[in-house]
């Protein structure tokens, strides 16, 4: 299963990534799952862990982290939105 | 720039200003059973927004292309749901801005002014919660990426 | 044309059209203290507004000068009291107006989208039920007093 | 005691007058007093009686009927207002 990742604003800039393409193992199947094996790369990986305040989205509509992730997808990662 | 259109509800998300008066006036033009337009407009403040005592110099404004318009949309029709409305009109600005300058505007048509109020506030009190937008505020020390308020969710969980 | 004006409030009674725009700018013209402008603009109504089956093809407004601008200000007053406001823009039109065309308008400037949003409704719902307007219609079968709408009354007295 | 007394859209139309001045006798106090005093005229007139839907106002101020009248006040009644 490959999927995109996209990371914006405060959390791109921990990050150093704006995107990138990952290969999922079978174990992750859900936006959680990818949530906690980014996390787990260390470093700056861990604004991604838990109890960090990060929204998602799955194909551009901000979702939980229960939600199944699915082949091709388009997840983005992001701080709580301040715009208006 | 990029557009979003039903017959009379549109979305623009862009970097150039916008004409308050002409998008005012173009929600009931040739429209005789509009009777009513709320509109709100938001602007760049130069005190300090997070309270810390520098003074904002600007700030740029990023956002998720394609999601942004996507959540505007959204948030468009589940105000057309709630109330009876005759039109909207949503703009939101990225990039650079300095103070006094316009960030966003949402104005909503309607035959009374109960519905075009409530859904005018409606849509900002969603936008700053659920549109994913981002500001950064240049300030004398540095970039400053502004904290979402909790006031914002308390202003949106309202409608829930 | 008639005008009270405190530091940055106004008001105009007026039988000539105005330039929402101009009006909606100038509430944060130099004032980069200003976040929040809502505004909202009242037309003419073409449907059966006395439902009773007839097109309306003008209106006449007719009004009681020196009260109705008295009458205004002590509104504008009374919102200044009840929330943090930055300047407002009250704008009422007497004489013939025919369907599409602006009525009234109300602006107010915050520094937060909130208390705009509060104090410009509650303009408005006093305005319908305090400031001596009253309208005549033309239909095809002559002159007609619009009676005063029940909602009116329960809006404005959401307030109280 | 001397006042002015003005009227406004429908009330003023069925009446035909925009405005009289009066001079009052003694047993008029209130506004109340002032409104059955005019309505006692008869013909059109009844249209300023008990349970019409009048509303008043001395010196330009919305008020009830319990308010006294002055000499030289300004006194208007007019139907409920349809503004904005």
């Given at each position: 299963?490959?999927?995109?990742?996209?990371?914006?604003?405060?959390?791109?800039?921990?990050l150093g990534y704006s995107h990138e393409t990952?290969?999922?193992?079978?174990?992750?199947?859900?936006?959680?799952?990818?949530?906690?094996?980014?996390?787990?790369?260390?470093?700056?990986?861990?604004?991604?862990?838990?109890?960090?305040?990060?929204?998602?989205?799955?194909?551009?509509?901000?979702?939980?982290?229960?939600?199944?992730?699915?082949?091709?997808?388009?997840?983005?990662?992001?701080?709580?939105?301040?715009?208006? | 720039?990029?557009?979003?259109?039903?017959?009379?509800?549109?979305?623009?998300?862009?970097?150039?200003?916008?004409?308050?008066?002409?998008?005012?006036?173009?929600?009931?033009?040739?429209?005789?059973e509009v009777g009513a337009v709320a509109s709100?407009?938001?602007?760049?403040?130069?005190?300090?927004?997070?309270?810390?005592?520098?003074?904002?110099?600007?700030?740029?404004?990023?956002?998720?292309?394609?999601?942004?318009?996507?959540?505007?949309?959204?948030?468009?029709?589940?105000?057309?749901?709630?109330?009876?409305?005759?039109?909207?009109?949503?703009?939101?600005?990225?990039?650079?801005?300095?103070?006094?300058?316009?960030?966003?505007?949402?104005?909503?048509?309607?035959?009374?002014?109960?519905?075009?109020?409530?859904?005018?506030?409606?849509?900002?009190?969603?936008?700053?919660?659920?549109?994913?937008?981002?500001?950064?505020?240049?300030?004398?020390?540095?970039?400053?990426?502004?904290?979402?308020?909790?006031?914002?969710?308390?202003?949106?969980?309202?409608?829930?």
């Amino acid at each position: 299963m490959s999927v995109k990742v996209l990371y914006f604003a405060s959390l791109r800039e921990t990050l150093g990534y704006s995107h990138e393409t990952l290969t999922l193992s079978a174990d992750i199947a859900t936006l959680g799952d990818l949530r906690a094996h980014l996390a787990h790369r260390g470093g700056v990986w861990e604004a991604l862990g838990e109890g960090r305040n990060v929204r998602a989205a799955i194909n551009q509509e901000m979702v939980g982290a229960d939600v199944a992730v699915a082949d091709r997808d388009e997840i983005a990662f992001f701080p709580p939105v301040t715009g208006g | 720039m990029s557009e979003i259109q039903r017959q009379n509800d549109s979305v623009s998300v862009q970097e150039a200003d916008f004409d308050v008066g002409a998008e005012i006036a173009a929600l009931s033009a040739g429209r005789v059973e509009v009777g009513a337009v709320a509109s709100f407009v938001g602007l760049v403040r130069a005190d300090k927004l997070s309270g810390e005592g520098s003074e904002v110099s600007a700030m740029t404004l990023e956002h998720y292309p394609g999601m942004t318009e996507k959540s505007l949309d959204a948030i468009i029709a589940d105000a057309n749901g709630r109330w009876s409305l005759l039109g909207t009109r949503v703009i939101h600005r990225f990039g650079r801005l300095v103070p006094g300058e316009r960030i966003v505007f949402v104005g909503v048509a309607s035959s009374h002014r109960g519905d075009a109020f409530a859904a005018c506030e409606f849509i900002m009190d969603y936008l700053k919660t659920r549109a994913p937008f981002w500001k950064k505020e240049d300030t004398p020390e540095g970039g400053r990426w502004v904290d979402a308020r909790e006031a914002d969710d308390e202003a949106a969980s309202r409608w829930d």
